[in-house]
């Protein structure tokens, strides 16, 4: 027993003097093993892989433009030589995608500069085609991937604390937006941003546009919730924004506001084959939309009235103004204010590029000036309420950067800003009551992914106080 207690004091006593006597580390000269240096390695060495593996990955994506064909996409996105011929082969032969149209999408996906799958998405469709090679080029397996296989939904919680941006770039953006987990490669970085901006976009511009102003109404300690919609790419291990199906705003000083999806028939002007369109709705079934919204552009400010007799600052005379001006930066995004059909879409003199757009109820609007139109639309495209149509320009008579609007009842000019124009229909009879039965259910699921906070709806009463 004594000769064991000798021992370990001996063992102690080594390891003392040698942490007290022992000459500090030095990289260069070589020196002790520390536990931090090792560590600190390791996620050195950690986030070079990341790097590494991030730079293995590469996805280009090609769209149908005018004109365009299957095999300008495949010549676009890199595929050529045998791998094009069996390419074209597969989606034209064996999976009958015989023609492309505009807004149609082809990705290429190489891992280490090898082409391991191709996918192709129509425009209208509900999946996408995929191919995918094997290591030696050849293709392997092909098929129709319906989108619910990519598709997913996530529950989001943001704590406002200065900005909404700022929200949703701290807690808001998917761990595996990237397939290292990690911002690494500039693709990274861009993807990252245009998740947050189509995250912010969604919120700000098409669900709370008419609720809550977002240069005044945020403060902190405000809290939003979100169910959205992601897509996942299992080839690439990449996620990207899909669509926010609901949320909720909770203010810090009391109230709370939804958006809260359902399924409704589809009603002229919508294009025949429109079975059903999703819209959003309070608690308690009253539309969140009115039928247009205040202006084409975002954040606009109004640099020319709509006027009986208005200077024209290019032709120099008095002339009516049949219409309003809203100035904006070069390229800024142009919505339609509301659901409709396109009737025109092109150059018409003094307008420049310009777009026309039916309504319900005898209205038409007309976004002029436009620097550029979006893609995948044309003359019968059927658009909904914030959808982008076209991007602010100066063409025509113009001396800068804005969008000209006007608005039409029956053929005849009204003025936007002062138009009485009838609100969008709450839910009423059978559709309210399908509504809240769908709704509970929606707030059940929501709430268990929430961990069991979630503001609940109060019909009537909307209350920012959670059961």
Request: aromatic share 10%; proline share 5%.
């Amino acid at each position: 027993m004594r000769s064991k207690t000798l021992v370990v004091m001996l063992f102690v006593a080594a390891v003392g003097a040698t942490l007290l006597f022992r000459r500090p580390y030095n990289g260069e000269a070589g020196g002790s093993w520390t536990f931090r240096r090792y560590m600190d390695g390791l996620a050195d060495f950690r986030d070079s892989v990341s790097a590494v593996l991030a730079d293995t990955l590469e996805v280009r994506t090609a769209c149908v433009g005018e004109g365009g064909t299957l095999g300008g996409l495949l010549f676009k996105t890199g595929v050529e030589g045998s791998r094009y011929l069996d390419c074209c082969d597969i989606f034209m032969d064996s999976l009958g995608w015989t023609s492309v149209r505009v807004g149609d999408t082809l990705e290429s996906v190489y891992t280490r500069g090898r082409l391991s799958r191709v996918l192709g998405r129509p425009r209208n469709g509900r999946g996408c085609y995929s191919i995918d090679f094997d290591s030696t080029g050849t293709p392997v397996g092909w098929g129709w991937v319906p989108e619910e296989n990519y598709r997913r939904l996530r529950a989001v919680v943001l704590e406002v604390e200065s900005t909404v941006w700022e929200s949703i770039a701290g807690n808001g953006v998917p761990g595996d937006l990237t397939p290292t987990g990690r911002v690494v490669t500039a693709r990274d970085s861009v993807r990252r941003v245009a998740y947050i901006k189509n995250f912010e976009n969604n919120l700000a511009n098409k669900l709370f546009v008419y609720d809550i102003d977002f240069y005044y109404d945020v403060r902190p300690g405000d809290s939003i919730w979100v169910l959205l919609e992601e897509i996942r790419y299992p080839a690439s291990n990449e996620t990207s924004f899909g669509r926010i199906i609901a949320a909720k705003y909770v203010f810090s000083l009391g109230g709370m506001t939804e958006a809260l999806p359902f399924f409704h028939a589809a009603e002229p002007p919508a294009p025949s084959g429109t079975v059903v369109l999703l819209d959003y709705y309070h608690g308690n079934g009253a539309s969140l939309r009115t039928m247009f919204l205040k202006m084409p552009v975002p954040f606009g400010r109004i640099s020319s009235p709509y006027s009986d007799a208005r200077m024209h600052p290019v032709l120099g005379y008095t002339r009516v103004h049949r219409g309003i001006d809203y100035a904006a930066p070069m390229g800024t995004e142009i919505y339609a204010v509301g659901d409709g059909v396109i009737t025109f879409r092109g150059w018409s003199g003094g307008y420049g590029n310009i777009v026309r757009i039916r309504h319900a109820n005898g209205y038409e609007t007309g976004y002029g000036h436009m620097s550029r139109f979006a893609r995948g639309q044309e003359v019968g495209t059927h658009v909904r309420q914030g959808d982008v149509i076209g991007y602010v320009g100066s063409t025509g008579l113009s001396t800068g950067p804005h969008v000209h609007f006007e608005m039409k009842k029956n053929g005849a000019y009204v003025n936007p800003s002062s138009e009485i124009v009838p609100p969008a229909d709450p839910l009423e009879g059978e559709e309210l009551e399908l509504f809240l039965a769908q709704l509970s259910v929606l707030e059940e699921i929501w709430n268990r992914m929430t961990g069991g906070n979630l503001p609940m709806s109060r019909g009537e009463e909307v209350s920012a106080e959670g059961e």
